[in-house]
């Protein structure tokens, strides 16, 4: 135990091929290769680290055009994404007001933007998730997303997301968004 610098040790079991085995929770503080057998180290893994806001702004004039509108129709900002950047991390990176209070993970439905017709019809239909999100959306329409399900592709270029005038957060009705 002393070669294995814990935050905590806590105690799993888990049955794999019929026999109990003993698992060390993921808080080490330090290297994964302490974590002693290899028949240890084979049941623990871990997945790619997804990181809010992580979006690499293109060089001028090479990126897919977007351009965000208030609930009235005036242009509020035109930016440049790349391929696979959502609505919601752009709006995000360009200082654009679009909440996003669950931060992207389809339990919300403050990131609710409309679409031109013309490039929503280009989209993937939405998910089951994200149908029941924007059926609690205010000022739903035909055209109706969740920005943080939008992702850009060169088809999308010039396409305009229109802010709706409020947006229902059941959590913290009247708070602004910050940058994480």
Request: hydrophobic share 35%.
């Amino acid at each position: 135990m002393s070669s294995l610098c814990m935050l905590r040790f806590v105690r799993m079991s888990a049955v794999v091929r019929g026999r109990p085995i003993h698992l060390l929770d993921s808080w080490t503080l330090s290297n994964s290769q302490n974590l002693g057998s290899p028949s240890l180290r084979r049941w623990l893994h871990g997945s790619q680290i997804q990181r809010h806001g992580n979006v690499t702004r293109p060089d001028p004039g090479t990126g897919i055009k977007l351009h965000f509108k208030d609930s009235k129709g005036n242009l509020l900002k035109t930016i440049e994404a790349n391929e696979g950047d959502d609505i919601l991390s752009l709006a995000h990176e360009h200082d654009i007001d679009l909440e996003g209070a669950c931060e992207g993970s389809v339990a919300c439905s403050t990131c609710h933007v409309i679409l031109s017709p013309e490039h929503y019809d280009l989209l993937p239909e939405p998910s089951d998730d994200e149908n029941d999100m924007l059926d609690m959306a205010f000022g739903l329409t035909d055209t109706s997303r969740l920005g943080c399900q939008v992702q850009m592709t060169r088809e999308l270029d010039e396409m305009t997301a229109i802010l709706p005038s409020a947006t229902r957060n059941m959590f913290v009705d009247g708070k602004k968004p910050t940058h994480h």
